[in-house]
């Protein structure tokens, strides 16, 4: 049965932790209207839905459910990455992980699944077990498998709770029940269960700007920073869950290692 689409207001309002007439104030409603949509004794319009989803951060894949919950069309289009009328798109974060060499760069959708990579990329999963490069490859699986990178990490521990954290913040903000089961299916990773309770982080004596990622790969301890880069105002369902993970050498030993190592596209 579907989900009634005051159920569903509801149940975003209180995912962000907000009380209705904090919402209700924000988005230009009575308190009461609002009180009234939650509970089904008002129809909301489509522009109240809008409003509501743009207030509370509800991703775009979800104000479609919202809005088809209410009996109205969707908005927002979902354009596969495949597509001839992406071919700009494409081509542009080809341009940008190439213009990342010889640094490894890639993109992921919303469950963190690699559709696009550069091919320094290549080398943070050189001794991962085949079958879990996919395809798609899932950065969760192949960074916290004892079969994928686990075995190369050097600080696992603190990587992996970074990424268990990435993990659960990412099922939160999008609601989306597959990020949940993928969190369940990593936590129960022998080396994963091993940590303990992930959430109780050791208190370190100095605090970290950053968690590196210190990678073994042939012998050479490599020292990684990430970022995470995603398209501004995307109107589209598939640009709004995209996001590029570039990597950075932390210290000059990676530098060295990936400029000998790594395919160059600079000239």
């Not at 319009?45 to 509370?56: K, N, T, W």
């Not at 990329?121 to 490859?137: D, F, I, Q, R």
């Amino acid at each position: 049965m579907a989900t009634a689409v005051g159920e569903l207001v509801r149940d975003w309002r209180q995912r962000r932790r907000r009380s209705q007439m904090d919402v209700a104030l924000d988005v230009g409603v009575s308190t009461r209207h609002l009180s009234f949509v939650e509970t089904g004794r008002s129809n909301p319009s489509p522009q109240l839905l809008v409003a509501l989803a743009e207030e509370l951060a509800v991703p775009l894949r979800e104000r479609n459910t919202l809005l088809l919950a209410a009996g109205y069309a969707p908005r927002y289009q979902e354009t596969d990455l495949g597509d001839a009328e992406m071919r700009r798109v494409r081509n542009a974060l080809r341009r940008l992980l190439d213009s990342h060499l010889p640094y490894p760069g890639a993109v992921i959708d919303r469950m963190w699944n690699v559709v696009l990579a550069n091919d320094a990329g290549a080398l943070l999963v050189e001794g991962a077990n085949p079958a879990l490069l996919g395809p798609p490859p899932n950065v969760f699986r192949v960074s916290l498998h004892p079969d994928g990178m686990a075995s190369q990490v050097r600080n696992f521990a603190d990587w992996a709770r970074y990424l268990l954290g990435e993990l659960r913040r990412a099922a939160s903000v999008s609601g989306a029940p597959e990020l949940e089961a993928l969190l369940a299916e990593v936590e129960a990773y022998p080396d994963v269960a091993a940590l303990g309770d992930w959430r109780d982080s050791p208190e370190s004596d100095e605090p970290t700007l950053l968690v590196p990622l210190r990678l073994e790969i042939d012998g050479t301890e490599l020292s990684l920073i990430t970022t995470l880069t995603k398209f501004g105002t995307p109107q589209d369902v598939t640009l709004s869950e995209l996001a590029v993970e570039l990597f950075f050498p932390a210290d000059e030993v990676t530098e060295t290692f990936l400029r000998h190592r790594a395919p160059s596209g600079r000239s």
